[in-house]
């Protein structure tokens, strides 16, 4: 698998998370596994184009970072097309991809994000635009995407044969609908479905890969060409180590110890201290040290006190109360964490579905922050 001249060691894709995937979190998923795909936040093409300091923060790659990876939301073709424009002629991306898996009510109400799929001769026009805009830099677009919007309306199959027509470098299918939201099991299916319709770009399988194995189960029940990986690695970037180990045939590292895992989550609050400042930093980690320690037998009363967390030390001094040796509970790192929640009444602008061969642009001049896909 490549995506545009990079080649990563073995075909992972880390997802791109809201909230989550920033330089930090990125920096510990290398140090387990250098060479793979490790995709920035998602961030707006209008807060791009009309800058923004937030955004402007969110778009840190550290200098060692290839390839540097970032994921834009934009459902204007025009809009989309200059925020590429801008980000591939400042020599600021390797590689560009676009969420059109984006359930958000704020953006689908409009006719964006997830529901873009639904109107073919729209996804075409906003992909040529960055397409268009990212060939003269050499930078390749991918683009991620859900199903479809219900069941009675799966739309994988025709958003990759656009996508592969309007010269997409590879395409990655989260295998639910944007009603499913996060609920229920992924339908691998629809990932070998979609592979057999596009077979001349590589096609990314995403959804449930909460151990290494997984990966290697999806890719041989789908025929993918790669795998990529959202709320198996929250608390655990010593997943895509495992992936490596896996995916070239050899065994997998028992999880970590207690220990092994706070010692992994004391640097990585380190690391966002020193990206966000220790205030910013240390409340966005909270959601963090739950994640770390999911499995572990800490009991409710430290996991609470991991939650109010408020500063490096105090992180330190709750590391050193819990007992190193505890091991993950049996089935620990399939605890599903991050987003659970589904089904979703998916929000769509009146009589959308009416005319699907339409036009019509969504209008997400306001939408500056956003959090899925
Ligand atoms: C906290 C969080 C934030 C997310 N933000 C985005 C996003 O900005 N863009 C996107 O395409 N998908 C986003 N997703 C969806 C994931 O990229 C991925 O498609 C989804 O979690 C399914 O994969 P998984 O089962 O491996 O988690 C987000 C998921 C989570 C849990």
Redesign the pocket.
Known sequence: MKIGSFTPSVPVVL??????TNAPFRTMCRRFAPGLVYVN??VMATAVVHGNAKTEKMMTFTADEVPRSL?VYGSDPVMLGEAVRMLCGAGRVDHIDI?F??PAAKVTRKGGGAAVPAKPNLLRAILRSAIAAATPYGVPVTI?FRKGLYDSLLTHVTTGRIAAEEGVAAIAL?A?TAEQH?AGA?DWSAIGELKAAVPEIPVLG????WEASDAVAMMRETGCDGV?????C?GRPWLFRDLVEALNGRPVPPSPSLGEACAVMAEHARLLAAHLGDDLAMRDFRKHTSWYLTGYPVGGEIRRQFSNVSTLGELDDLIAAVDPAHTLVAGGERIRR??TNGPIKVALPHGYLDHLDDLVVPDDADVMA????
């Open positions: 997802a791109p998370m809201a909230g989550v936040e998602m994921q969420n898996g984006c991620k989260h639910r996060y992924a995403n959804g449930d890969i990529v990986v959202g709320r198996g929250l991050g987003h956003l959090s899925g896909g």
